[in-house]
């Protein structure tokens, strides 16, 4: 059994994205509907950054103490010395719709899945009557290109297998990850299969890949992650002690801390006085290291 633990007492609606950094033994995320941007170093100090705009994942920079950060409305870089938003790169126009789950590619390109947006100005629920989303690339030249039809409900999960042969991409509404075959060299997906379907514990959302190639899955509503083999199947079910896990990754300096964001967005009052870890930055210690968080450029 994993025991986790809070980070911190702090408690997040949307705590999402989480990124390890390796360099300077720090893991940040985003609360999405706090428009906020948050560091946790090792000696328990926070760092925390506003934004005017939802901000929904990020990538640490390979140059410069700055972040990829993806808004619902677009990509910008985040100057982590000031504070200071510079926009980057609009990879969606759809009207309607936002970014949502976003990762970079082991050649240090950006990739973004997007959906038709769930939030109100003021952070509330909005629902949603269409899968408008779809899956870009943002090159560190600033270019953009689109690489799936506008098909999806909630684009997650995006990683890339150690072999560096297959991408995985998720979408939450059908419940269903999906691989491709990956093209490094120039950055292209083709051949899209079911990589896992229809597991009854919640909907699929963030993921992280370990040394063995295994994709830890975090199941949103669903109170626990999922570890699926590269063949597809399910060897582990890992428990929760929250009940919206959106993601996860793997830090420390051995990489076998195992970092879980989770969210209160959904609950009920009654659902939060019952569980005051609900939201909460979730940690424990693994027996598998899992691969580092790449960063863009």
């Known amino acids: 059994m994993i025991n986790f633990s809070p980070i911190s007492d702090n408690r997040f609606s949307v705590a999402e994205g989480p990124v390890w950094d390796a360099a300077k033994q720090r893991l940040f995320w985003v609360d999405i509907i706090g428009k906020t941007i948050h560091a946790h170093h090792k000696n328990g100090k926070d760092q925390v950054w506003q934004s005017d ?35 980057y790169a609009e990879p969606d126009t759809m009207p309607g719709n936002r970014l949502n789950e976003g990762k970079c590619d082991p050649q240090g390109r950006f990739w973004a899945g997007t959906m038709q947006t769930n939030l109100n100005a003021d952070g509330s629920g909005k629902d949603m009557d269409r899968n408008s989303g779809a899956l870009f690339r943002i090159d560190p030249d600033g270019s953009t290109s689109q690489h799936t039809e506008h098909e999806f409900g909630i684009a997650n999960t995006l990683a890339w297998s150690l072999d560096g042969t297959t991408f995985y991409f998720g979408d939450s509404i059908r419940n269903v990850i999906f691989a491709y075959d990956w093209h490094a060299e120039d950055g292209s997906i083709s051949n899209r299969r079911v990589h896992l379907e229809g597991f009854e514990r919640g909907a699929p959302d963030g993921s992280a890949i370990d040394e063995d190639g295994c994709l830890w899955n975090a199941r949103f509503g669903g109170s626990c992650l999922v570890r699926i083999t590269p063949r597809g199947t399910i060897d582990q079910i890992i428990e929760l002690p929250v009940t919206n896990p959106t993601s996860c990754t793997f830090g420390g300096s051995d990489k076998k801390t195992l970092y879980v964001t989770s969210a209160q967005f959904t609950l009920s009052d009654e659902q939060l006085m019952t569980n005051p870890l609900e939201g909460a ?17």
Request: charged content about 15%; proline content about 4%; overall charge positive.
């Open 53 to 87: 705009d939802f901000p929904t994942a990020l990538a640490l920079s390979k140059t410069g103490n700055k972040a990829l950060v993806a808004l619902a409305s677009g990509m910008a870089w985040l100057e982590l010395e000031t504070g200071k938003f510079t926009r």
């Open 281 to 297: 930055i979730l940690s424990a210690q693994v027996p598998i290291a899992g691969m580092t968080d790449q960063k863009f450029g």
